[in-house]
């Protein structure tokens, strides 16, 4: 019998259908041990010697498969093509070695679809373990862990609030904080364009100034309404003849088949998915044998793809869709290694596969990797100069049309951002030199120049393989640490540094400059990649990033909390304290200025619960604010005061600045009534103020009970609200905005994840019906981590496990194994016993006694702690 091993059981069954009778295919559901998460799993001391756990809950799944291995002739390792795949089958191998249950016949084997013809062909061609690519697994898997372990507990004490660090994750965070610092010091600029609508031949068109008064006009030379509204007379009394066309064909290529990030980009751009649902539907299709390896950061496609590829463009369009020779290409990313082909369908007559979320992206893989091979679009864009009488003033109108589409007619790449700025191309009338277009209007347009964008999931990725920062396998998993921790938030598909994750960013340039540096960080995935190649050994590299990175975490971990915050109170000083608009001190303390103190100045202090801004006046003055307000922001106390009164009552609202952030205030009888002022407000004045105070909002009754729908802010932000049923809505705005039909719909959504209290997230994934209870299976993520529920019986998954990559068969296991334990046994039930001790007539237990006895003594405690208050 010849044993194999693959990750996952879905994976395992596709395969054993592919195998004859003599092959058991077997899964370790993902990785089967790892390093203990304590001290002392590497040990740098005894040359990074490092201890390695079998999972708790693999104890029993890997006794099947060591069982299986003591009666199997062969072992054939066939976990995925690449790094993290060659740990799985190593691991596998030297546990089943420590068991003594290693079959004499060990192979390897890879393959990069799981078809029939690759599976069998793999099996023809084995090899040994790549001790290579488990070198570079462990160097990263060490580094991963001493950075992390070495570094937290130096957070822990020195910056409070902070929760980790990791060698990627930390690059990434300072990618999203630096852009959020671009913004902030972002001043705008004020220009102005005068577009003349022009007609010609009864087809409208917009000609734009570019030259005025003889001068070529930049974007930002007409600055002020005065000069745009000269210039703009100038083109209403001036008669402009054409004086030039240009015709010039352009050739646009297709773009070549997606790698795992520009998967994730255009994923994220035409679909709107998150990077990991990306890799958690691309990873189902697949284990499906839909599409290959979906890690990979080749951009070239295998022989027999590209000649299947060409033969499917000539039978759904024609030759002129073909190219004469077939299309290669080769990749500008750093750091890549191209060592799969990219990602592509499995077979170009499957025109879709999957259902929902996995067929879109599974259309956009196939209509990437087909356009890839099909011939150019041929475009032709004109260009139209007209001047006036006088050649001093200048309009040029630009136009575009498709002469032939090529690859168009299947796929168009998208874009990130688009600049507002950019011509109108649209098809220009027939026009010849001595033509005077019919001028119907002239508009002048007041512009400012814009900061340049937040992050998205797909400008963040493409920015980190720019840098050569991470490998895009790891993308995900990075990006939904920094929203797990709480470092950043997404609004509006854009990411928002977090105070959290500011205050971290400018802890470790400040501290540990060289482990941020782009450079350092891009440096170390090059010599890692060297350690793959086997050029380098592992243990030399460990070893020089310890003889730097120890003795710098020892230093900063002798420092005093205050020297820490002293140290980034003066490096943060630009952001907390920017300069004022009344002249004056950036660090005085409004507080103090109205109760006529001296001497009051704001610094940057630590707390239990994070970093915060005082003054140094306390305990004199109690006057404090959250770290992330700084003037600049417009939630500067210096705002604070009486902002109006209510158009109804004629009540004062007041804005304050409390410790959990700005808030405003108002008089309702004998209590106040107070609200918060919302982080998406830009512009926060007297009606947003009414508005927030007089929430909850009634939005109407409800169809099936009749009672209040009521709209508010909440603990946990904006949504809707019904019998304890909250349905979330996307922004403060939407509270005084949504009506009925979408209020019981979200609801109803709610409702409908089980939602009581505060409306559960979508299900991460659906696993058709178990078969005992009939119940829809659903991977849900939890408070305390994921679960699969069949609606009835909610099983933990293991944390080992991926709750993407859970199959049908695992999840069955999981809720049939919860089943059979019972119901779990309520805490609170153990109390009961002790009411029914006035039975006397059973011997006296002393235990029954002593639980009494410290209940007596705890009243007389309170006594003296009531006079230490």
């Not at 109804?648 to 209590?671: L, N, Q, W």
Request: aromatic residues 8%.
């Amino acid at each position: 019998m010849q044993l194999v091993i693959v990750e996952s059981p879905a994976k395992a069954k596709t395969i054993e259908s592919y195998l004859g009778k003599d092959f058991k295919v077997l899964a370790s559901y993902g990785h089967v041990r790892d390093l203990p998460p304590k001290d002392g799993s590497v040990r740098p001391d005894e040359d990074f010697a490092m201890d390695w756990e079998l999972y708790r809950d693999k104890q029993k799944r890997f006794k099947e498969i060591s069982d299986a291995a003591k009666n199997a002739d062969r072992l054939v390792l066939a976990t995925d093509p690449d790094r993290e795949g060659e740990a799985i089958s190593w691991h596998v191998q030297e546990l089943l070695k420590k068991r003594k249950a290693l079959p004499s016949k060990v192979d390897r084997v890879t393959f990069n679809a799981i078809t029939k013809k690759a599976v069998t062909e793999a099996m023809g061609k084995p090899r040994e373990l790549d001790t290579d690519l488990i070198d570079a697994y462990l160097a990263r898997r060490a580094l991963d862990y001493l950075f992390g372990f070495t570094l937290s507990p130096v957070l822990w004490r020195k910056l409070p609030g902070a929760k980790s660090a990791g060698r990627v994750q930390s690059v990434a965070l300072r990618l999203v904080c630096e852009r959020e610092h671009e913004i902030e010091i972002f001043r705008p600029d004020e220009y102005w364009s005068v577009l003349a609508k022009m007609e010609q031949d009864g087809t409208a068109f917009d000609a734009r100034l570019v030259k005025f008064e003889g001068k070529k006009l930049d974007k930002l030379t007409l600055g002020n309404e005065g000069s745009a509204m000269a210039a703009k007379t100038a083109v209403e009394q001036g008669r402009f003849t054409v004086e030039d066309i240009e015709t010039k064909p352009l050739k646009r290529n297709p773009s070549p088949p997606f790698t795992t990030s520009t998967l994730q980009q255009e994923a994220a751009r035409k679909l709107g998915f998150s990077a990991s649902h990306t890799m958690r539907c691309a990873q189902s299709l697949y284990e499906a044998g839909a599409i290959t390896y979906m890690r990979t950061d080749g951009v070239q496609m295998d022989m027999s793809a590209i000649m299947a590829a060409r033969d499917a463009i000539a039978e759904r369009f024609s030759e002129d869709y073909r190219p004469e020779k077939p299309r290669f290409y080769s990749t500008k990313a750093k750091n890549a290694q191209e060592a799969h082909e990219a990602i592509r369908p499995t077979s170009f007559l499957k025109k879709s596969a999957g259902s929902g979320d996995e067929a879109k992206l599974y259309d956009l893989i196939f209509k990437r990797a087909m356009a890839s091979q099909m011939s150019a679009a041929q475009l032709e864009r004109t260009t139209v100069t007209m001047r006036d009488a006088t050649g001093q003033h200048e309009l040029r109108a630009t136009g575009q049309v498709v002469k032939f589409p090529g690859f168009f007619a299947v796929y168009q790449e998208g874009f990130d951002d688009k600049s507002d700025d950019d011509d109108q191309e649209g098809l220009l009338p027939a026009m010849r030199k001595g033509d005077t277009p019919a001028k119907t209007a002239v508009e002048a347009n007041q512009h400012f120049t814009q900061p340049p964008p937040r992050f998205s999931e797909a400008s963040l990725v493409k920015r980190l393989e720019e840098l050569g920062i991470g490998r895009p396998s790891t993308y995900a998993s990075t990006i939904q640490t920094l929203r797990d921790r709480n470092y950043v938030r997404m609004e509006k598909n854009r990411f928002f540094a977090e105070e959290s994750g500011r205050l971290l960013t400018a802890f470790l340039e400040r501290f540990f400059p060289q482990y941020v540096a782009y450079d350092f960080t891009a440096g170390l995935e090059d010599e890692l990649d060297i350690v793959s190649d086997g050029r380098e050994e592992y243990k030399k590299l460990l070893a020089k990033f310890w003889a730097d990175f120890k003795p710098k975490a020892d230093e900063v971990m002798e420092k005093m909390p205050s020297e820490v915050t002293e140290v980034l109170d003066s490096y943060l000083a630009d952001f907390l304290f920017p300069p004022r608009e009344d002249g004056k001190d950036p660090r005085y303390c409004p507080l103090c200025d109205q109760e006529g103190r001296e001497g009051g100045e704001l610094h940057l202090r630590g707390g239990r619960f994070g970093a915060f801004v005082a003054c140094n006046n306390y305990p004199e003055c109690k006057y404090t604010r959250r770290f992330a307000q700084p003037g600049a922001d417009g939630s500067d106390p210096a705002e604070d005061g009486l902002m109006g009164v209510h158009p109804e009552t004629g009540a004062e609202i007041h804005r304050k600045s409390g410790r959990f952030g700005p808030y405003v205030e108002m008089e309702d009888g004998e209590e106040k009534k107070r609200a918060s002022i919302p982080k998406d407000v830009d512009d926060f004045d007297l009606e947003w103020a009414v508005k927030m105070l007089g929430l909850p909002r009634i939005v109407g009754q409800h169809p099936e009970s009749g009672e209040d729908i009521e709209a508010g802010a909440w603990r946990y932000g904006p949504a809707v609200r019904h019998k304890g049923t909250y349905g979330k809505l996307q922004n403060t705005a939407e509270i005084f905005e949504i009506g009925m039909n979408r209020a019981v719909d979200l609801l109803a959504q709610s409702a409908n994840r089980k939602g009581g209290g505060r409306g559960k997230a979508e299900p991460i994934k659906t696993l058709g019906e178990h078969p005992t209870s009939g119940g829809e299976m659903k991977v849900m993520p939890g408070r305390y981590g994921p679960y699969v529920t069949d609606g009835t019986t909610n099983a933990t998954i293991p944390k080992d496990v991926k709750p993407e990559d859970l199959e049908q068969a695992q999840a069955i296991e999981l809720i049939d194994a919860r089943t059979a334990k019972g119901p779990p046994k309520k805490k609170g039930r153990k109390k009961a016993p002790s009411k029914k001790t006035p039975k006397k007539k059973a011997a006296p237990k002393k235990a029954a006694a002593t639980k009494k006895s410290p209940a007596k003594k705890k009243a007389p405690a309170k006594k003296p702690a009531a006079k230490a208050d």
